[in-house]
């Protein structure tokens, strides 16, 4: 599902299921001690796919601790992206500089929570995100995949109601960024497949509204 919404260069990896096999590095292990089992076996399948990821760059095994805000720290030369939801787990990276930065985000296919629409979406978002069930949940995606691909940039929190999305029917989104940054817009791809959404962004030297 998410390497159709990847450019060339880019490297994915996914699964449907927990690999009983997935184990993590001890630097890892450390940052996860106290977390709930969903939670470890969330952090390790994302790992899991990350290492497989990498591997497609031709890079060995190791570990993927977390920066400030959570987000992965990558090896030297690499940016990439992990998403986890029920049933998903999944991670793409690719090199530096051809690529500056990727924000993928992936949710089930289902409507959101109540109260959540009201918490992300700006008024001129609402119509399109109520007109179907899961379009609430594939703007979520969208608003993530942003704030994944605005903060290794610029290393700034993105609140929900600082991105304005507009979505085109065909399969890709147009984000534009409502805070002073290094990128006034991006794009992006989505897709609704296997009872899940998703999207994702890249930006780089070669996409520079991301793609």
């Known amino acids: 599902m998410i390497e159709d919404l990847m450019p060339p260069g880019v490297i994915t990896a996914e699964v449907f299921a927990d690999p009983p096999d997935a184990v993590l590095f001890p630097e890892e292990a450390a940052l996860v001690t106290r977390a709930v089992e969903a939670r470890r076996t969330e952090f390790t399948t ?6 497989t990821a990498l591997a ?3 890079l060995p095994p190791t570990p993927i601790l977390t920066g400030p805000r959570g987000e992965p720290l ?3 030369g690499v940016v990439g ?3 986890h939801c029920r049933g998903y787990r999944a991670a793409a990276v690719a090199r530096t500089p051809d690529v500056l930065s990727i924000g993928m985000d992936a ?3 289902e409507p959101l929570p109540p109260g959540v629409l009201d918490a992300i979406a700006l008024p001129q978002e609402r119509t399109w995100a109520e007109s179907a069930q899961e379009r609430g949940r594939l703007l979520f995606t969208m608003k993530e995949s942003v704030f994944k691909a605005w903060y290794p940039l610029t290393h700034r929190n993105l609140g929900f109601d600082e991105a304005e999305i507009i979505v085109n029917d065909t ?6 960024l409502l805070v002073p ?3 006034g817009e991006f794009t992006g791809r989505w897709a609704v ?3 899940f959404v998703a999207s994702a962004i890249v930006w780089g030297t070669n996409t520079p509204s991301g793609m």
Request: hydrophobic share 25%.
């Open 46 to 51: 994302g790992r899991h796919c990350a290492r």
């Open 56 to 58: 497609g760059l031709g």
């Open 171 to 176: 399969g890709t989104f147009t984000a534009k």
């Open 193 to 195: 497949s296997d009872g």
């Open 81 to 83: 992206t992990i998403t």
């Open 74 to 76: 990558w090896p030297d």
């Open 181 to 183: 940054g290094p990128v």
């Open 107 to 109: 949710e089930p296919r």
